[in-house]
């Protein structure tokens, strides 16, 4: 229902028998960072075998794949397409081929200066068969002489710059590596002995792996694997028997501080919407992150009402939180409808009214005659807030009050982020008071950024909030129209 | 999760010219009611089309589907299989043409008398293409000589035993019907001067239908449009334009109670456990009832703790309610992964136990150190509880005390309900503290059958609590293992 | 390419281990007589087990589907749609339920009386599920009182009309019939103690088995499997053994003229066009039949020509005949493209003056200034046979003579076939002088019926020539239009 | 049925404004050429759209991807995957963006150099994402700095060894070019000012083109468009109304002899067995060259027979010029099953002697008792040799004489044809006489060499024929087992 999305998850695990199903569970927990594709990239020996396909994991792997796919490396990603087509070109990892071997790279983010560098090395004699950030990263290695893949990972993110979590499958194992900025978030696990990387927690809970920790910003870590278990995948006898897992060996983890680490820009939108709630970033609990911003906006915002409630599944969290602290009941105002997927045939012209409803269905037996605390978790072009308030109007509340767990979002991003133009942003142009009439609520209150700040500042060193007030950690000059005015046709 | 599975859902629509695209919404709200295959029939003057197919109501139905289908009258149906292999045979509604003319039936329930009937119609010399109790109930419409479908629907209910919700597209219209007892809900729902039958009201609110009230026990309740409507599709251009609509001219509702209404014995776990929470039963609410069902079970089994959780997506409500009375803050303890479907994969052996982990995921930071209340519908078969209490212990809960929002499950249902038998129910054999022990709970406490009744019971005139008493209101005597003992082999 | 087209193929085999598998196979080999469904009905223990599916056999089963499907008699069939749409309810076998047990009845041909009997069942108080004449057959089978399967199947072809040869699975093993004009094929065959029933000899050589002989016009075969094999279908290993095979041991089989048999009626299009070359019927090669009607025709139709072409693929054989006894070059002037089929994407508009030639390639340095002699099985609506010429034509020949190894084509087929109405036959109202003009021949020859039965005649008791003569076997006065004049609206 | 299979198939259109559906129509033409992928990329303005899958042309396009692909320029592939397992990556053409712009790349052939240009490159910091030889094409012409696309083909064909006939789609247009040996053929041909590029002649028919000419070994040929037409695809409505064909404007065709022409070496086979017959080679008609070869075959290996057949369908146009030059009847010895592809399940273990039989069904009643000449066009590995007289064995022939329309095969190619290793090719051990025993047959006889040059030569300037006599045209000696020595392991 929101109106922003992340770009990906990524997921990768080195040293264990199974790795590619590892891979398939892992991207399972992570389906909510991008559902337009996803892909295992699978190290059978020096050689990479790969699987990739648009649409859910589910839609994409059946059980004979999996079975197809013995070795103990493996890296997979799940993609939110941001500004192309969805085309199977562009789905991740990408699998290269070059003097280093062969390798695989995955990445959450977005890189700043990608056309740029493409320019570059078009100009040196490169070719591109996608436009994924993740093949600029492999050229850029390609061209590097360093000797070994984390030397020339390390040249490479040199020359890149922006927001990225890259995880790399290598000849000899895995490298992953954060920018200086910590725009995205990337941990990682252990299980067995084995290394697993993951964009969230939850991917290393899946799996049953234990959280080590997360990769630092400016860090490159790298997983290496002993010699005699990259020779050949395992049979399924040897796993089953649990001899296979012996032979995978030890694993090796290494790990350089590359960068300097710069201002720390996490960004702000993995705790108000974009992480599970099960996921802890930078030792923080996502779900009591969005309970404290609740609680803190029951402050900020009171407001005379019978109950709370929250737009499932994001702002659930944020619901309950307001409502512990305002002494009001925590209800189910409005029912998702669990099954609505990619297929959904939405109704055309005479029954288009129905849209929303089909999704979101309020419960009028509770909501009529009553005044609603309606907590959301953003409001980004205001359009999904102006019809759940109309369905809770059309249920029969006397008042909708709208609370908003984050501040209002302004800028556009340029991190990755898939955002409408800063047009499009009622926010950009509009105060509060414009933007309650415009949405039809009752009342509207916003959290402040000092609130975002008093709540995540204390473990996390420093988040990226340019969506809320327009100051970019990374320069974005060079980018049409990063000033933040509208750049619209 | 849960081991107990309802049996269906049915929605028809009668003088809408978009009658096919609305029973597709229809059955995307009921489709919790059943996942296994899903079917449209549709009438185009006297004769009937129909799409069936095995999967979800978004498997089965394409765009391309819908835009073939135009037509006044429509009925769909989801199912769950209940004894039989899932086939494409068995989806409803079943649609056959005898001497009255084209009829398609679809059912939520099941016939006690099933095969005596059966046999009866063979020896007489009907042949079955199914083995769906709406073939039986069309074959007995087909002897009947009753002048009329409602006469001869009247006819064949005199003839059937169980529980049962039908709907029948006949060439005027339609007809619904309830079984005597009253064991499964239907409800009647009107809009634009159609009307529309729905199993649950959720159902009625997806298309935007206002609730008229439900099917009565006993009740045949006819639904018919006037001639020139019947005639022909309409147009998309029609459609689109509007003047379809005013095409379709009015229709009219006949009712009729053709029997007795017997004791009523609404099946309680649509309020426990089937229905969706933003549906009303018997002009309560769904979510109310469970959240005072977790107030009521709050003052029954009060305990020392730091939080309470629910299991998702069932026991929400009652876990709220819990928290409230109980004055404990209500937390997501547990997270559900949205998108594991019916094509999961299930690991293999050495993944075997993620199984569960990969679904539900405790909140590691939430529960560390604490002591929890989970809060759960019901205990079936006991080994989904005592993955849940092993997760949250493993994420560190000091203790798990488990609630039960109904009475303990002890016998199996013979009205269309997939239950194990009884061997297979803890609480067949065993007391409360020994299903403690074997749950692995440190309390666990239970709501009495009174207190069931005496929430639901004010505004329910009497419902089916045969799964916790074992009175079963219609005599299943005939039925194998009906005596509630155990008839495995 | 022809406008004429068969209804069906038939396939039963019992007695033997895998006998879904075998049925594959034979259906494979059958393929030409329906394109449009495949269905395989297996018997296991009582029950009957089905799998059906609108496409090839090749699109409906996986090898998952046959592996599934152990047991020792089972039934296939391959199905044109006449005048329906393609449904799958309407794909055969029909399989159901009676008193008899468990049935499952496939069928080549069209009842003369279909109507009438489906009124009488109706009022009688069945329902129908298809509109397949099998449907009608197993409902008189379940009225009648006989004690026995064959003669249920004895008192219900009493009382059906028209072209039919049936195949029925039963409890004990399976019934065959034919109709007593003989108007379709159907011939039976034996392998390691299993018999075969099959439409054509091509299905009998494709499982390896032996030609035993054809059912006779009025006979109805039984095969009857001893007790113990019928109890359960092998497993998968036992087959491999070899030990399965044993189990199954003799059958049975029993033979009853049921009915005189009337004027023999054998579809003299099976000759000519419907039946694959390497089948043999009444003891006749059908390719030998075919290269002999070549040869009356070069002696009827002589002509001053530099080669001769046949349309492939069904013409060949009298292209080839024609070309020996005239001594003149058999050349394969046009190339059939061996890829088109269901899926094949028509061009639009622009493109649309390519259909035929994407289909159908002349090979210009062949035919360029060259005298071509066309052979073709038969005119029906001659809009492909005016394509072809223009194409020979454009691609340079200088006269274009055909021949067609039939008589003009004037009355349409009752029995099965799917023909156009008699207005869209140019040879119902025009004369051979006519029909050459509007085809754009040179010159055009047309073989007499007394050829064919002179050729044909020798070992066939008698043939239906009724699209020829409109000497129609069977009463059709109820049908319509079946004076043979055009019932076209 | 053969054991060598050629590797692809090229088709390109420039200047018509329905260039991608032109395409998919030139491969379904082509479509022998390889059945394991397909695709078509579509210039849309300066950028290329492309679909490319697994399977047949049928299989991977729909009317709706065909719909969505308007543009004036395309170039499309069908492909069978020799050495790799068949993966989507390696599908062609493939399409990449260099400084030049968007290129697509085509290929038919092999490049016997791609390994050591491939390791140049990677030195070079180039990076690899499929095996195709033709990304290697592309990343030559990446990296010359000449000005245009057909000075930089020029460059990069330079630095490339072995047998290709490119099709690239360059911004401007396209560009088409064959190796200096002309070891595979390529053709164009011009429809409505707009041009052509084809693999075969076949495929100019499929579409209507006029056939030009082919391109000449060595030869680069480009065409261009003229600006405006490059901008923009035309509308369905444009294209419908004919007003978007004249937009398209003239296209120019330029040509450059960029290498030597070389020793002739177009490879014979595509005389003896993979070109469709209705192509023409060098103006030469294949179906006419391949009856040729039987009427010479006729002379060299007399033999009293009763009839000559040949194995459909490669066989068929030499059987015919055997059988003629005999004066022997020309009999349909074997009939295809016309529907047996990719999804047909081979029959497990029990029933595996069926596999031939159900493929290929011998005519008992034509064979039974005679002599039979039964002619081929090649013997590879014997087996299916042994099996095919082992059916008509079966079948009751008396003799069986097997005729072979071309000389011993008993090299490897190295060229793009997938063939056995020296080993498995008993020519190149064994005698004729040997040869014969081991494959059943009562007499065999080869054509020789000389043979064919007599027929192919007069027109064809030089062909290759190293897998009769392992005389390489290109230099293959730094591949493995390039002596003809055995290389299996």
């Not at 991190?415 to 009342?443: F, K, N, Q, W």
């Amino acid at each position: 229902m929101n109106s922003i999305h992340d770009q990906c998850g990524i997921f990768a695990v080195v040293g264990h028998p199974r790795a590619a199903e590892m891979c398939y569970y892992g991207l399972y927990a992570l389906q909510h960072r991008g559902q337009e594709s996803a892909g295992i990239a699978l190290g059978q020996g020096p050689k990479i075998k790969s699987k990739k396909g648009i649409g859910l994991v589910s839609d994409v792997f059946t059980g004979e794949d999996l079975r197809r796919m013995p070795g103990n490396r493996a890296i997979g990603h799940v993609r939110y397409a941001v500004d192309e087509e969805i085309t199977i070109e562009n789905a991740q990892p990408i699998t290269v081929k070059m003097w280093r071997g062969w390798l695989s790279v995955a990445n959450n983010g977005s890189l700043v200066n990608a056309h740029e560098l493409r320019d570059l090395l078009e100009q040196g004699g490169s070719i591109f068969q996608t436009t994924s950030d993740s093949e600029v990263v492999a050229h850029l290695m390609a061209r590097s002489k360093a000797p070994d893949t984390a030397s020339a990972l390390e040249e490479a993110l040199g020359q890149i710059k922006g927001a990225y979590s890259l995880g790399i499958l290598t000849p000899q194992g895995a490298v992953a590596a954060r920018d200086p900025h910590g725009c995205r978030p990337l941990c990682i696990g252990q299980i067995d002995g084995a290394y697993v990387i993951s964009s969230e927690t939850c991917g290393l809970d899946a799996v049953g792996a234990q959280v080590i920790r997360e990769v630092s910003p400016g860090e490159i870590v790298s997983i290496t694997m002993d010699g005699p278990s990259l020779k050949t995948g395992h049979s399924v006898e040897a796993l089953a028997s649990g001899t296979a897992r012996r032979v995978s060996g030890p694993c090796r983890l290494q790990t350089k501080q590359v960068m300097e680490p710069l201002r720390q820009s996490l960004c702000v939108f993995e705790f108000i919407y974009f992480a599970r709630p099960d996921s802890d970033i930078s030792g923080l609990n996502v779900h009591a992150v969005r309970k404290a911003l609740g609680r803190k906006l029951a402050r900020k915002g009171p407001v005379e009402a019978d109950l709370v409630t929250g737009v499932p599944d994001s702002s659930l969290s944020a619901a309950a939180g307001f409502a512990e602290e305002a002494g009001l009941p925590y209800e189910m105002g409005l029912v998702k409808n669990r099954y609505i997927g990619r297929t959904f045939i939405a109704p055309e012209q005479a029954l288009r009214e129905l849209a929303v409803r089909i999704k979101l269905n309020p419960l009028r037996s509770l909501i009529e005659g009553k005044r609603v605390v309606l907590v959301d978790d953003s409001i980004v072009r205001g359009t999904t807030s102006r019809h759940i308030i109309g369905l809770l109007r059309s249920a029969g509340a006397k008042e909708v009050h709208v609370r908003i767990s984050s501040p209002p979002y302004r800028f556009p991003c340029y991190y990755g982020i898939d955002t409408p133009s800063a047009c499009e942003l009622p926010a950009a142009t509009l105060d509060v008071e414009a933007i309650r009439e415009r949405i039809g609520a009752d009342s509207l209150v916003y959290l402040d950024l000092q609130d975002l700040k008093d709540i995540v500042g204390a473990r996390v060193p420093g988040f990226c909030s340019s969506c809320f007030d327009g100051d970019y950690p990374v320069d974005v000059s060079g980018m049409g129209n990063a000033d933040g005015r509208c750049g619209c046709r």
